[in-house]
T-cell receptor, first 110, second 116 residues
């Protein structure tokens, strides 16, 4: 059974720092891995989607990597800003379903 | 112009009542979903419909019944509400079902259900 874990559960850093969020999964038979952002009282917004054959994807200040063999993905945020404060969730697409981690709550202090 | 909209956003109701949450998407997607997010923030799939056909039905009490009158709508009806049903329910849609190429999923803003 696929399980997804995100570490840390919460992270608070000063503005301007680069940071890394981690996601691990137990079964490497995935179709893709996706990173989402959830703002309080809002739905989820897709940030990056990495196909199982890819190693990384980039969008602006965000870079996500995927190491399928070790069951790991990282989301790198460069030059963090207060507007980046949100909960970040990763999900693996496995067997026609998205299996979700519990998220990392990120606070960027001005 | 909201892509995935769900109503109501907040719902407070008593145990034993029956309630519905409505969802509509204007993206022309074939697949729609209902997710439940519990107090620990885990998202769990409840149901998925593809072209109005039920394709995923996770272990959900049969008090929960989805209805898809057409591809653009997927409503969730809940009978005999219990305290444990209190959660945030998210509707979502994607062009095709999961495990398909280039398939971004779009979420509604959630419906906060509180059962008292």
């Amino acid at each position: 059974k696929q399980e997804v874990t995100q570490i840390p559960a919460a992270l608070s850093v000063p503005e301007g720092e680069n940071l890394v969020l981690n996601c691990s999964f137990t079964d490497s038979a995935i179709y893709n891995l996706q990173w989402f952002r959830q703002d309080p009282g809002k739905g989820l917004t897709s940030l990056l989607l990495i196909q199982s054959s890819q190693r990384e994807q980039t969008s602006g200040r965000l870079n996500a990597s995927l190491d399928k063999s070790s069951g790991r993905s990282t989301l790198y945020i460069a030059a963090s800003q207060p507007g980046d404060s949100a909960t970040y969730l990763c999900a693996v697409d496995s067997n026609y379903q998205l299996i979700w981690g519990a998220g990392t709550k990120l606070i960027i202090k001005p | 112009d909201t892509a995935v909209s769900q109503t109501p956003k907040y719902l407070v109701t008593q145990m034993g009542n029956d309630k519905s949450i409505k969802c509509e998407q204007n993206l022309g997607h074939d697949t729609m979903y209902w997710y439940k997010q519990d107090s620990k923030k885990f998202l769990k799939i409840m149901f998925s419909y593809n072209n109005k056909e039920l394709i995923i039905n996770e272990t959900v009490p049969n008090r929960f019944s989805p209805k898809s009158p057409d591809k653009a709508h997927l409503n969730l009806h809940i009978n005999s509400l219990e305290l444990g049903d209190s959660a945030v329910y998210f509707c979502a849609s994607s062009q095709v079902r999961q495990s398909s190429s280039g398939n971004t999923i779009y979420f509604g803003e959630g419906s906060w259900l509180t059962v008292v």
